[in-house]
């Protein structure tokens, strides 16, 4: 099965690089189907095609000016062809923590910086189709920091919002040192769908939790 | 209190009139003095307490200080800090134990107002005992506004202390002390005015005031407002005029001559990707950077030890730090067998090139991972001292552990350093969630063990006979594991 992709960033060098890169890395695995340089173009472009993962960059012309946030607020709601919602992965040069937490918590799936190589590329687009998450060893970084794991804060239970538990911070840390999925799960003994829902999981307390470091710190630090 | 001696001691280097958050008794003036010119803070208090008692110039005096005297802004060191300095560099200084006795005996000064008090009341007493007529119907009144408008300003001198020392006070309480101020100082007016005259009186002559004063202010508004407005639009414009000549200096001395570079040097395409890659990390960390001083903080220092790898070696290094620390001993060494690492990491083998160090409350983690071949601790030329040396050598003789583990592909070079000391900077946010006041027993304990150990470590390294205990994976360098 293919993947139907929409790639939304303003620099079209940008655009034709990821895609010819895309292509060649992973071929008959990736379908483009569209690409959009501003909000306008993407929100219209994303209802129309109805892709299964849009590549969204963080900083973009028009809409209210937050650029991939307004992208992923304009297309709530749309579905693909087979009833999944579009899933967005950031994909930015910025590593600006605000513009990180912005993005993962207007709804995406992923964050990955663009010095990502073409094959982790393709394995992350993969992935976010399929509803993982897909963090950046920054982005891991940023999560352990902002949840308080290096002052030593655990959750008692694995749904508590604010916290991440024993084993999410493990998986935390594993990606943090630049561990694909696969050696994370070899590392814990665990299978690679446990890691990917762990993932999840952290992803969602990312996006819920109303743990105020999570915005101090991204205020405060501006900085993975 | 040694550093302050030492400055003072020095001509350039007189510590500004301030008025210190800490060692003071009313308002830090007497502190602040002593501090600037360099005497001891008891003789400034009698002389000020002399000429008080003498004149009554003494107390205008200390009052006209206490106005115009800035705040000292510092988190308790004894010398003035530029603001723009990060927190954690003045974290650096410990406040010395005479200054934080100062606030640490609020009754000192209960004491002292009560004395100060007895002796007025008792003054007066004595003064209208002996017959001089002191005309207390207007001492008494003058003496509630005086003590009511220090109250008052005295709230407002600890909310502006409260900003610099970053310690929010109990709002509750500073209202209350400041509605107390103020209902002194209308008592005393209130009594002032009153004097020997009936109620009624008073409120027609309050009334008329009032309506003067309303229709003063009415008519002035707008002009305040005016000028008020215009001030601030010139002062934005004066901060949006300096932001943009600092960002057009940046540009200048930074992008526009790599770009000039970079066009000089267009046939070798190492220097002009080294060029790119090393004005991208600056430009990067102007923009979304703190501005640490790798000096001072850890993360910082292990952000600069890279960078500098990765200008030596042209290779992309992924640095990824979280929580800080300032830099000590220990730090510095795991910072140096970090930057070792990585040149292992770039020299054999291949990117990516990653470094996550974790600093927990405990201790520090750093994790040095390359995709190359690998390679095997033991195959290792005994007079190549990189790995053995500079890495297991450095971590072990303070008190850390570094292990070597094989991964399918690459190397990853495990790096454990437990902190000294208790953490001055970090440790009261884990300290306050974890209770891990505990912890710092432990970590002292290991360094205080490790140069025993490290000794004969290091004499048999240097003799290079006995080998690093063949164990499977991972290699342990110490006999414990990390976990």
């Given amino acids: 099965m293919t993947v139907r992709v929409v790639l939304v960033d303003d620099h079209h060098m940008f655009r034709t690089g990821v895609k010819t890169e895309l292509l060649e890395a992973a071929p008959g695995v990736i379908d483009f189907v569209g690409e959009a340089a501003n909000v306008e173009d993407a929100v219209a472009v994303i209802r129309k095609e109805e892709p299964d993962v849009v590549l969204l960059d963080v900083h973009l012309p028009g809409g209210t000016g937050h650029g991939g946030v307004d992208v992923i607020h304009g297309c709530v709601g749309v579905e693909t062809a087979a009833g999944a919602p579009v899933r967005f992965l950031a994909l930015s040069v910025s590593d600006a923590a605000e513009d990180v937490i912005a993005v993962i918590r207007a709804g995406a799936r992923g964050y990955v910086t663009k010095t990502i190589s073409a094959t982790d590329l393709a394995s992350a687009i993969k992935r976010v189709a399929d509803g993982d998450a897909v963090f950046s060893p920054r982005l891991a970084g940023f999560v352990l920091d902002a949840f308080g794991v290096a002052a030593g804060e655990i959750a008692e239970v694995d749904e508590e919002l604010d916290r991440l538990s024993a084993r999410e911070r493990e998986v935390m840390r594993l990606i943090a040192r630049g561990y694909q999925y696969k050696e994370v799960a070899k590392e814990l003994y665990i299978s690679i769908k446990t890691v990917e829902t762990h993932v999840s999981s952290v992803l969602r307390k990312l996006q819920l939790s109303s743990r105020h470091e999570l915005t101090a710190w991204a205020m405060g630090r501006r900085l993975i | ?483």
């Fill in chain 2, 1 to 483: 209190m040694r550093e302050d001696v030492g400055m003072q001691s020095s001509p350039q280097a007189v510590p500004r009139l301030t008025r210190p958050t800490q060692g003071r008794v009313l308002a830090g003036v007497c502190r602040g003095i002593a501090d600037h010119v360099g005497v001891d803070v008891r003789v400034v208090r009698i002389l000020f307490i002399i000429v008080g008692m003498v004149s009554g110039a003494g107390i205008v005096a200390y009052l006209f200080l206490w106005a115009m005297t800035p705040v000292e802004e510092t988190l308790g060191a004894g010398r003035p800090i530029d603001p723009a300095q990060p927190v954690s560099a003045q974290a650096q200084n410990p406040p010395s134990p005479e200054r934080t006795g100062g606030t640490a005996m609020p009754r000192g000064s209960v004491l002292l107002a009560v004395g100060v008090l007895t002796i007025l009341v008792g003054g007066i007493a004595l003064l209208q005992g002996t017959g001089t007529d002191v005309r207390a119907g207007i001492l008494l009144p003058v003496l509630l506004v005086a003590i009511g408008a220090v109250v008052a300003w005295a709230q407002l001198d600890a909310t502006q202390r409260a900003r610099w020392t970053g310690i929010a006070g109990w709002r509750g309480l500073g209202m209350a002390r400041l509605a107390v101020g103020i209902g002194v100082v209308a008592l005393g007016l209130f009594a002032f005015v009153t004097r020997g005259q009936s109620a009624a009186q008073v409120w027609d002559v309050a009334l008329a005031t009032l309506s003067i004063l309303v229709g003063t202010a009415l008519i002035c508004a707008p002009f305040a407002v005016r000028l008020w407005s215009d001030f601030r639009r010139e002062q934005d414009a004066r901060v949006r005029e300096t932001e943009r000549a600092d960002i057009a200096a940046h540009l200048h001395d930074g992008v526009l001559q790599t770009l000039a570079l970079i066009q000089r040097g267009a046939d070798d395409p190492a220097y002009v990707v080294t060029l790119a890659r090393k004005q991208e990390r600056e430009l990067r960390s102007w923009l979304y950077g703190s501005n640490e001083d790798p000096s001072q903080t850890l993360a910082a220092a292990v952000t600069a030890a890279a960078a500098e790898v990765e200008d030596l070696h042209s290779v992309a290094i992924d640095v990824v730090v979280t929580g800080d620390r300032p830099l000590d001993e220990g730090g510095t060494a795991l910072v140096r067998a970090v930057r070792e690492a990585l040149l292992n990491a770039v020299r054999h083998g291949s990117p990516p090139v990653s470094v996550y160090v974790e600093i927990g409350p405990d201790a520090v983690e750093a994790f040095v991972r390359d995709h190359g071949a690998g390679f095997d601790v033991d195959a290792v030329p005994h007079d190549r001292l990189g790995v053995r040396e500079s890495i297991l050598g450095r971590m072990t003789r303070h008190g850390g552990t570094a292990r070597i583990r094989r991964r399918e592909p690459g190397t990853e070079v495990i790096l454990t350093m437990p902190h000294q000391e208790p953490d001055p900077d970090a440790a009261p946010r884990a300290r306050a969630r974890a209770g891990a006041s505990s912890g710092a027993s432990a970590p002292s304990a290991a360094s205080a063990a490790a140069p025993a150990a490290s000794d004969a470590n290091g004499a048999t390294t240097m003799n290079g006979a006995p080998r690093i205990p063949e164990t499977a994976e991972p290699t342990t360098i110490q006999g414990e594991s990390i976990r």
